[in-house]
């Protein structure tokens, strides 16, 4: 087998996590050197309980292994671990970094700010307006958003990612990266591959148990620089989030809320404890030290004050992330032509520039 299947047999089998994956490491070297172990040397390992040892030596199996490789990549499951270079470096730096990810789409580009968008699952009408506002500005500012695809507060905000052409949002999984949950999200979770990623450190196959969350959740703030939390209860998942930025020497962010609404509680405890208060875009973009004299979606409706009409429709779906002239093709329903000669008059207009071939972007 190849070194990258020996990787994906150590991260596949069942009750080996990251820490004694770790140890495993640390003691005896590489995966293809631990796959070829002794009973007695496997219980130099005290994190190893007498089961754990059972089921990793029933698991060295070299044909299902291979079999299981094909059908990951069949499925266009792509996989990386600590060893990769691909491997976010964000994720490197935090306690008990999974040692492997599972992903379709792509990885958080290093060098691009992000911010997780967390909050309450049954949240109000307004904390829904508030996660998909926040959303959409941190995108037309060229910041990735990340969260968890729940319903409520996450998936609102990386659908307002995706109303941004360019956007990127990237949904952490509490499963298998094959499953999409909940499942009435799976409209978001296959456009999240295609602006971004969906990422699992769990094994495809694996259902959605509910101690996979908080694991889940270490991830979310560990690939961000920042955490805004939107409507969080005394008891919000989302408040775990937030406690593990603060121990990765995250910055965090929160919307405030009526005290007297029960809702709210958790939000404005995290505020007493040091949080940073926000009510808009541009106080997330000067907590990261993004300083700007305006927010991206301020400056995008000064500069269309000078544009015609049908500039307008090119120039809406244009954001600080550069994207390819096909795709404002795509999402505007103009002819090829008619978008190019009107990208070029904006040009002229100093509002848009071409980045690369036949990718643009708009001038601030």
């Known amino acids: 087998m190849k070194k ?3 990787e994906f047999w150590l991260s596949s089998i069942p009750g080996i996590g990251c820490r004694k994956i770790k140890a495993l490491l640390e003691r005896f070297g590489a995966p293809e050197d631990i796959f070829r172990l002794k009973r007695e040397q496997l219980q130099e390992i005290s994190s190893l309980r007498t089961k754990d040892i059972e089921t990793l030596m029933a698991s060295r199996n070299t044909e299902q292994i291979q079999k299981d490789w094909e059908e990951l990549c069949k499925k266009e499951i792509h996989f990386t671990s600590l060893s990769h270079p691909d491997y976010p470096d964000k994720l490197k ?7 492997s990810l599972f992903y379709k789409g792509s990885l958080p580009a290093g060098d691009i700010p992000s911010v997780a968008v967390v909050g309450a699952r049954n949240v109000s009408h307004a904390g829904l307006e508030t996660a998909r506002q926040f959303g959409r500005e941190l995108a037309e500012n060229g910041i990735a958003v990340v969260s968890g695809l729940a319903r409520g507060v996450d998936v609102t905000a990386q659908n307002g990612v995706l109303t941004v052409a360019g956007g990127r949002t990237y949904g952490v999984l509490g499963c298998g990266i094959d499953r ?3 499942e009435n999200h799976i409209e978001s979770y296959m456009l999240m591959q295609e602006n971004g990623g969906v990422i699992s450190e769990f094994c495809p196959g694996m259902p ?6 908080p694991m889940r959740n270490r991830i979310i703030s560990g690939l961000s620089d920042g955490i805004l939390v939107i409507e969080a209860g005394k008891k919000s998942g989302s408040l775990i989030t937030a406690e593990l930025g603060l121990d990765q020497g995250k910055e965090v962010f929160v919307v405030p809320g009526d005290i007297y609404n029960p809702c ?4 404005n405890q995290l505020i007493q404890s040091g949080a940073a208060l926000v009510t808009k875009t541009r106080d997330i973009l000067d907590g990261l030290g993004i300083f700007m004299d305006e927010d991206a979606s ?9 544009l015609e009409t049908s500039e307008k429709i090119v120039y809406s779906y244009l954001g600080l992330e550069p994207i390819h002239i096909s795709e404002l093709v795509r999402i505007s329903g103009l002819s090829v032509q008619r978008t190019v000669n009107l990208l070029l008059s904006m040009e002229l207009k100093g509002v848009v520039r071409q980045v690369g071939n036949q990718y643009y972007a708009i001038v601030l």
């Open 4 to 6: 990258v299947q020996y």
């Open 93 to 99: 730096h935090i306690p008990d970094p999974p040692y």
């Open 180 to 182: 999409c949950y909940p």
């Open 208 to 213: 959605p148990y509910p101690a996979n969350f």
């Open 264 to 267: 709210y509680i958790g939000s």
């Open 298 to 306: 301020v400056r995008k409706k000064k500069c269309e004050v000078m």
